[in-house]
């Protein structure tokens, strides 16, 4: 069966850091094309980030970059999303994607989905 695990969730303070991680398992070979989404409460789902198989073409949205990053270590087979310097706005569910192309932050270009883990940033 086809599983992506988000990890890594939690309370932080304003300014703040946390690491997400993305442990897919059972999923096509093909698809190795992986993305980050957030969705607050009442909001639409938007992307955060996104990474190819390579690890070659990284693309973060407006709202977080210069402050979190995408990467992946293949060996591990898991994805990361270093969050720093955290925002109230910031708060939301994050969700991982998987896609057999590289679609960057296109929504409906990913096939799979995590069922996401909780980050609340506090002031």
């Known amino acids: 069966q086809v599983q992506l695990v988000e990890s890594g969730g939690g309370s932080v303070q304003a300014g703040g850091s946390l690491r997400l991680s993305c442990a897919p398992s059972g999923l096509p070979l093909s698809y190795r094309n992986m993305g980050w989404f957030r969705q607050a409460p009442g909001k639409e789902r938007e992307i955060v980030a996104a990474i190819s198989w390579s690890g070659n073409s990284l693309h973060h949205s407006d709202s977080v970059k210069g402050r979190f990053t995408i990467s992946r270590d293949n060996a591990k087979n898991t994805v990361f999303l270093q969050m720093n310097s955290l925002k109230l706005e910031d708060t939301a569910i994050y969700y991982c994607?998987?896609?057999?192309?590289?679609?960057?932050?296109?929504?409906?270009?990913?096939?799979?989905w995590g069922q996401g883990t909780q980050v609340t940033v506090s002031s």
């Open positions: 994607a998987a896609s057999s192309r590289y679609v960057a932050n296109i929504l409906a270009g990913y096939e799979y």
